[in-house]
């Protein structure tokens, strides 16, 4: 996956600021960008397996409320003595 330039140069503005604010420490670009390139490379498929797992849940339960929804429409069936 790649980051749209505009989006990825959002975000290390933020890893300035997130260092400047917390740490009264100003970094530059580089820096930023590989604490970014770090975060994204080593930390990021963790965030990102969350969300799949987090999906699948989620899918899991609307297919199981619409097992039931369909369950629900079934009509009786009998037989009838002639």
Avoid: C, W
């Amino acid at each position: 996956m790649k980051f749209p330039n505009e989006n990825k140069r959002q975000i290390i503005e933020m890893v300035k600021d997130y260092y400047n604010n917390e740490h009264g420490m100003e970094i530059g670009d580089l820096a930023a960008e590989n604490f970014f390139d770090f975060i994204y490379k080593e930390i990021g498929p963790y965030f990102y397996n969350q969300g799949v797992r987090d999906a699948k849940s989620i899918l899991e339960q609307k297919i199981m409320n619409l097992e039931e929804d369909l369950a629900s429409l079934e009509r009786p069936t009998y037989r009838r003595n002639i």
